[in-house]
């Protein structure tokens, strides 16, 4: 199985300021026939369910304000948050699709300063 | 609108058996695959296992491989989870969830999920 890290654990960031949510995957999960890395990233809210906010590393769901943005490749991955806003406080989550299990990581909690 | 509609919150001693369902609407459900998730109280999402509704297709984690059982029946656009006993350990939320497809057909991170489905196993 791939195995889903992420650092760190939790973070708090002032209003405007940016956040960078790190994710490690224990192979690559760079597919070469398509040149597509199988990562995604998502939010989850108090007591909601999760919400898709990137794909293939690097896509930004519809919807999702250009504000989050994703990058890396192969076994490392960066989700930045370029001007935290008060919504955004939240638990996110990296995951593999490359291949089942798709193991998701233990989750970045970000606060508010 | 696209919508996964989960059953609703079941409460149940060990040992006895259960069936929770995921409803897909406004959209081919053939065509994208269905996964599980479950989120045990406090803590951070697990990857149960998935479901290719076209020909029930079906890929386990580990951990959960021959204590739970998904299934599908297309011509109700329904996603099921069951267990044939119980576990207290087995409470917590449960989503399902759609894998979405990108212009090229490739199935990518989960694009809608359904809303939850608590279940609490206590004695």
């Known amino acids: 199985d791939i195995v889903m890290t992420q650092s760190p654990d939790s973070l708090t960031v002032s209003l405007g300021e940016r956040a960078t949510i790190n994710c490690k995957s224990s192979q690559s999960v760079l597919y070469s026939s398509n040149n597509r890395n199988y990562l995604g990233w998502y939010q989850q809210q108090a007591g909601q369910p999760p919400k898709l906010l990137i794909y293939?590393?690097?896509t930004r769901e519809s919807g999702v304000p250009d504000r989050f943005s994703g990058s890396g490749s192969g076994t490392d991955f960066t989700l930045t948050i370029s001007s935290l806003q008060a919504e955004d406080v939240a638990v996110y989550y990296c995951q593999q699709y490359y291949s089942p299990p798709f193991t998701f990581g233990p989750g970045t909690r970000v606060d508010i300063k | 609108e696209v919508q996964l509609v989960q059953s609703g919150a079941e409460v149940k001693r060990p040992g006895e058996s259960l069936r929770i369902s995921c409803k897909g609407s406004?959209?081919?459900?053939?065509?994208?695959?269905i996964t599980w998730v479950r989120q045990m109280p406090g803590k951070g999402l697990e990857w149960m296992g998935r479901i290719d509704p076209s020909d029930s297709d079906t890929n386990y984690s580990p951990s959960c491989q021959g204590h739970v059982t998904i299934s599908a029946d297309k011509s109700i656009t329904t996603a099921y989870l069951q267990w044939s006993r119980l576990k207290a350990s087995d409470t917590a939320i449960y989503y399902c969830?759609?894998?979405?497809?990108?212009?090229?057909?490739?199935?990518?991170?989960?694009?809608?999920w359904g809303q939850g489905t608590t279940v609490t196993v206590s004695s």
């Open positions: 293939w590393a690097s």
């Open positions: 969830a759609r894998h979405g497809r990108d212009n090229h057909g490739y199935f990518h991170g989960m694009d809608v």
């Open positions: 406004q959209y081919s459900f053939t065509t994208y695959w």
